[in-house]
Nanobody, 125 residues
Framework: QVQLVESGGGLVQAGDSLKLSCVAS????????MGWFRQASGKERDFVGAINWSGGTTWYADSVKGRFAISRDNAKNTVYLQMNSLKPEDTAVYSCVGRRSFLPVSRVASEYDYWGQGTQVTVSS
């Protein structure tokens, strides 16, 4: 079982940047596709982005493409979400997710097996 712990959320102003981190437990991190989802209050959960196990492939939602970047450091069991040019509509709880070993990246929440507890990101206008 892989446990995920996010950090780095907070309150920022529109246009600011924020970097989220997600540390995974265990020794198999380098074999897991990882991703980020977000859920704003009263809204459905949305895909933000994902990265394959090697870090060579990334996917992004159209709403964040060009502003957000996912990366991973397999030596540190950590995946990152760099968020730039933040907008009020980016306000949400951001959750780190992972798939079982060697499965490809996905935009579908139900295809992820591991979820973090989430971290709140609030962007004021």
């Amino acid at each position: 079982q892989v446990q995920l712990v996010e950090s780095g959320g907070g309150l920022v102003q529109a246009g600011d940047s924020l970097k989220l981190s997600c540390v995974a437990s265990g020794r198999t991190f380098r074999t897991h596709a990882m991703g980020w989802f977000r859920q704003a209050s009263g809204k459905e959960r949305d895909f933000v982005g994902a990265i394959n196990w090697s870090g060579g492939t990334t996917w992004y939602a159209d709403s964040v493409k060009g502003r957000f970047a996912i990366s991973r450091d397999n030596a540190k069991n950590t995946v990152y979400l760099q968020m730039n040019s933040l907008k009020p509509e980016d306000t949400a709880v951001y959750s780190c997710v992972g798939r079982r070993s060697f499965l490809p990246v996905s935009r579908v929440a139900s295809e992820y097996d591991y979820w973090g507890q989430g971290t709140q990101v609030t962007v004021s206008s």
